[in-house]
């Protein structure tokens, strides 16, 4: 029974590795992994943008008595 179970587990474990020699699932890993550099991209490039444009530009408190003293 142990024979068996080992044999299961190894069978399991190895699966993984024969889809990934299946070409149209690798086209299709391929396909994701491209998409997901793409969107790194593009949210690297935005958090980019949004730093150059969002500084923070020192407030200047409006004095209205500032003359008259």
Do not use: C, H
């Not at 069978?11 to 070409?23: G, K, Q």
């Not at 396909?31 to 935005?46: C, L, P, T």
């Amino acid at each position: 029974m142990r024979v068996f179970a080992v044999a299961a587990i190894i069978t399991s474990l190895a699966v993984p590795a024969f889809a990934a020699e299946d070409p149209a699932k690798a086209e299709a890993n391929k396909a994701e992994e491209q998409k997901k550099k793409e969107n790194e991209q593009i949210e690297r490039a935005y958090k980019d943008t949004l730093k150059k444009t969002t500084r923070e530009q020192p407030v200047k408190k409006a004095d209205p008595w500032g003359g008259a003293r």
